[in-house]
């Protein structure tokens, strides 16, 4: 049988070192740093950890421009760590099974639609329009894990036209990165492709057309990208 319409391409994101990652899910987990949680005039950890998703075709990787999107007055930065699935699976039991289903790691950004947001969590509906819009995954190129290393001693930190606007440890998220694969596997069927974005720290905020945003995390390749002017 032959496709009606073209079928729709598959969002892929470039590997340090050559090579292209094809994305099948977007995860992501909120409220992951307890300065971040306060910010938001929220409570430190609870106890189940708050997952959304995204399309995969939300991912805009490599110094791309990200039209600033419709329907918002409140575009926010979310500077993250981005972790990509090589293998998959359901209920993983253990910290070092999680590690070992883990291709690489990127800096990514989970843009939001601020306002959005306030209005989902005012009247308890979803967030999707806050965070699943297109082009709200800007992803730097992923490092493999081997090249990668240990991360934990690793610091996250984001610029807005050069003015620094985050920086944490990634040793002080609330849920660490086998936790969060742990706790995703309890409720999704896990699968090679998939991004898992792990939450943001202190010091979110609004961005403007024409904006510059940077996010660096240790030694991973930058996740550089600018809001169009149009
Ligand atoms: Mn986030």
């Not at 009606?4 to 409220?31: E, M, Q, S, T, Y």
């Not at 939300?58 to 699935?85: I, K, R």
């Not at 699943?132 to 490092?143: C, K, M, N, V």
């Not at 894990?145 to 998220?173: H, I, P």
Request: hydrophobic share 40%; charged share 25%.
């Amino acid at each position: 049988m032959t496709y009606v319409i073209d079928p729709p391409l598959v969002p892929v994101v470039p590997v340090h070192g050559g090579g292209r990652f094809p994305v099948r899910r977007i995860f992501c987990i909120g409220k992951n740093y307890a300065d971040h949680v306060k910010e938001m005039g929220g409570d430190a950890r609870s106890d189940a950890p708050v997952f959304f998703t995204k399309p995969a075709d939300a991912v805009v990787s490599g110094d791309d421009v990200v039209a600033f999107p419709q329907a918002t007055e409140n575009l926010h930065y979310e500077g993250e760590l981005v972790v990509a699935l090589k293998t998959g699976g359901r209920d993983i039991e253990t910290a070092g099974a999680a590690a070992e289903m883990i291709f690489g790691y990127a800096a990514g950004c989970d843009l939001t639609r601020r306002d959005h947001q306030a209005a989902a969590k005012q009247r308890g509906g979803p967030w999707d329009t806050a965070k699943a819009f297109d082009q709200s995954a800007p992803t730097g190129d992923i490092l493999r894990a081997e090249e990668a290393g240990d991360l934990s001693a690793a610091s996250l930190s984001t610029q807005v036209n050069d003015e620094q606007r985050q920086s944490a440890r990634l040793s002080t998220m609330i849920w660490s990165v086998p936790e969060i694969i742990i706790e995703l596997s309890k409720l999704f069927d896990l699968r090679p492709g998939d991004l898992i974005f792990t939450g943001t720290p202190a010091g979110v905020g609004a961005l403007k057309k024409g904006d510059q945003v940077a996010i660096k995390i240790g030694d991973l390749p930058e996740c550089r990208f600018t809001i169009g002017c149009s």
